[in-house]
């Protein structure tokens, strides 16, 4: 009487907790910034379709936060989209896992300088799957201006006082004074000048923006004129949003970075992971997501091909007076982003 | 009913240990864990995590000394606190006065309803609400620019009085509610018996009726100064580029650096502080009521 109902009961049980296993197995857990491409409903819709596996999107607003989610919950992601600069520090902490890039049949499309970049790659292994790559530069509010203007000096331009907008980044921060005052910003000799310059800087500033969406309130509602941006996401406020910004690469020069997909340490899903990664390097993702959304430049050759000649993203930043006045983002050291941290967090609360 | 309360405390713990372990059993797993760990990683140079080495170290207290900017914020934050509490008395105490003396009834409960109302909604949506008002050409600038006759600029947004008034808000109910519990208390016929002696209104509100509500006014401040000295939420978002405070370096160093050890050493500071405040202020507080 009793036996059949526990038989009953244990096999419930069993199918309960392995169709639970079982689709704990398909997910596949991203993690990146937010409206960054792999959470578009459309792709997700695309790729869940084509694989069978789910999407789980989970996101940080700034590279520490995205460390310390890897750190915090190991085995809980499968995809992680880490700056390159910042793939070294991953590696190091054995956080991410190396990649067997054969699996990927998009691999071999991308640019060689990317592909091979040192950042990415430690002892001849595959530690990140070179993405887009963009600029921090400087965006403007069209209406505020009858035309672009040329020079990263115009942020000090008193006509622009407290309607200049830069984001809470000591790193960016500190690369963007060393732009503005002619220096490298890989090896910065002159602190001094990037503090006085960034020190003249403050009192022009309305506030500080973390991510994307801050920027563009602030431009929907008129309140900035001008602010450091990424490529990508001022290509984004334009198209997708249809609001009035564009982008500037200021003849000084700007920060050029690029965003890599790395598969973090103790994925549970590491095909799946490798599926993922391989959709989002397709030349068909690629020009869906540029063209509706607004993207920043496919590291995949094929993909910026298929872009339309005058397109931004092909025409100005495969220019190669463009490329001549960037400059690409080393990894940076704990020391360094401590001396860093230091001076932005002087310079925030001088402004008191 | 005082004897049975008389009796029941003389039998002992026993009894009343079962009402009390589902409250203990929940403040040692959900607090006291979590904060001793944070105690023990105060001292720590680096977390435990993916291998990395670490030692104990003195060096996360001594680094709030050898950098005058920590100073600056928490002397910064305290004066936050002080001002926030003090407009939240000037507020809340004739609001809760009216509430429980003047007001009876039906009114009194659409009253009450409306200071708790705020509480019932999330605090960054409260926040983000105040940033559609106060910023230029947000509905307080728009709507006084409709009204007056004169052209007036309004943009409060990413100042200080911004942080101030979204904190003052968001703190306020409390205020109301410990004023009002006391005020509620006070026996009508001791004002009337002051009145009646020749004591003036306001020789009756000082006197009499501040002195009886002192508990009140002193739990509610106690309840606002703490959480306000260590807010991050509101000076990060109302604030702009005059909102770097205590609460907002701590956050930083445990989102945005990753450095644990120390965000929770300044943590520990400030919770030194504000009990030292507290301590000092309790006897003051104690002779004034």
């Known amino acids: ?45 695309d790729f869940e379709k084509a694989t069978g596996f789910k999407v789980v999107n989970d996101f940080f607003n700034s590279e520490q936060e995205m460390l310390t989610k890897l750190r915090t919950n190991p085995g809980l992601y499968d995809v992680v989209m880490i700056n390159a600069a910042f793939n070294d520090q991953a590696m190091a902490g054995k956080l991410i896992q190396p990649i067997d890039a054969s699996k990927l049949s998009n691999y071999a499309d991308i640019a060689k300088d990317k592909a091979n970049s040192p950042m990415l790659n430690h002892d001849g292994k595959v530690y990140g799957v070179p993405w887009v790559w963009g600029l921090t530069a400087v965006a403007i509010n069209e209406k505020s201006f009858d035309k672009p203007p040329t020079s990263i000096a115009e942020m000090w331009d008193p006509a622009h006082k407290g309607r200049v907008i830069i984001r809470d980044d000591a790193v960016e921060a500190v690369q963007f004074g060393a732009i503005a005052s002619g220096q490298n910003i890989n090896d910065i000799k002159d602190m001094e000048a990037v503090k006085a310059k960034l020190t003249s800087l403050m009192p022009q500033i309305k506030t500080f923006w973390s991510s994307e969406n801050d920027w563009n309130q602030m431009v929907a509602s008129n309140q900035i004129d001008i602010g450091t941006y990424w490529s990508g996401s001022a290509d984004r406020a334009k198209t997708h949003f249809k609001l009035p910004v564009s982008l500037v690469i200021p003849q000084e020069g700007a920060v050029a970075w690029l965003d890599a997909f790395s598969i973090p340490a103790g994925s549970k899903n590491v095909a799946g992971a490798e599926a993922f990664i391989n959709y989002m390097i397709d030349p068909k993702f690629y020009v869906e997501w540029v063209t509706k959304v607004g993207a ?16 931004f993203n092909r025409k100005v930043m495969g220019n190669p007076e463009v490329a001549k006045r960037i400059q690409f983002q080393a990894p940076i050291t704990d020391e360094q982003r401590e001396k860093y941290l230091a001076l932005w967090q002087e310079l925030k609360v001088n402004v008191k | 009913m005082a004897d049975q309360l008389a009796t029941g405390s003389r039998r002992g713990l026993k009894p009343a240990l079962p009402l009390l372990l589902p409250a203990y059993l929940w403040l040692t797993v959900a607090i006291f864990l979590p904060l001793s760990a944070m105690v ?41 606190g002080l001002e926030v509490t003090l407009w939240c008395v000037v507020i809340g105490y004739p609001a809760a006065y009216v509430l429980a003396k003047v007001l009876k009834g039906r009114s009194r409960e659409a009253i009450f309803l409306l200071i708790i109302l705020p509480f019932w909604s999330n605090g960054l949506v409260r926040i983000f609400s105040w940033a559609m008002v106060l910023r230029e050409g947000g509905i307080l600038d728009t709507t006084l620019n409709a009204v007056l006759p ?12 911004a942080v101030i008034i979204g904190l003052v808000h968001s703190y306020v109910p409390y205020m109301v509610l410990t004023c009002y519990l006391t005020l509620q ?7 009337e018996a002051g009145r009646s002696l020749g004591a003036s209104r306001f020789q009756v509100l000082k006197r009499v009726i501040i002195p009886l509500s002192m508990p009140g006014l002193i739990a509610g401040a106690a309840l606002i100064f703490v959480p306000v000295v260590g807010s991050f939420m509101e000076p990060r978002i109302l604030g702009g580029r005059t909102g770097t405070f205590y609460g907002t370096i701590i956050e930083d160093q445990f989102v945005a650096v990753f450095n644990w050890p120390l965000g929770a050493a300044l943590s520990f500071i400030l919770l030194a502080v504000v009990l030292i405040i507290l301590a000092l202020a309790a006897p003051v507080l104690r002779r004034a009521g």
């Open chain 1, 1 to 45: 009487m009793c036996m059949p109902r526990l038989t009953a009961f244990l096999t419930a049980t069993a199918v309960f907790v392995s169709a639970l296993a079982a689709q704990a197995a398909e997910e596949v857990h991203v993690l990146n910034w937010k409206g960054y491409g792999a959470d578009e409903p459309w792709a997700v819709a």
């Open chain 1, 296 to 311: 920043p430049v496919s590291a995949n050759t094929k993909a910026v091909e298929t872009l339309p000649e005058d397109a």
């Open chain 2, 40 to 80: 023990f990683f105060s001292f720590m140079t680096d977390l435990p995590l993916a291998e990395k080495e670490w030692a104990f170290t003195l060096g996360n207290y001594t680094a709030f000394f050898s950098q005058g900017l920590y100073l600056t914020l928490l002397l910064a934050s305290l004066r936050l």
């Open chain 2, 150 to 161: 004169f052209k007036i600029n309004i943009d409060l947004m990413y100042s200080y009085p």
């Open chain 2, 185 to 191: 208390a006070i026996d009508d016929s001791l004002i």
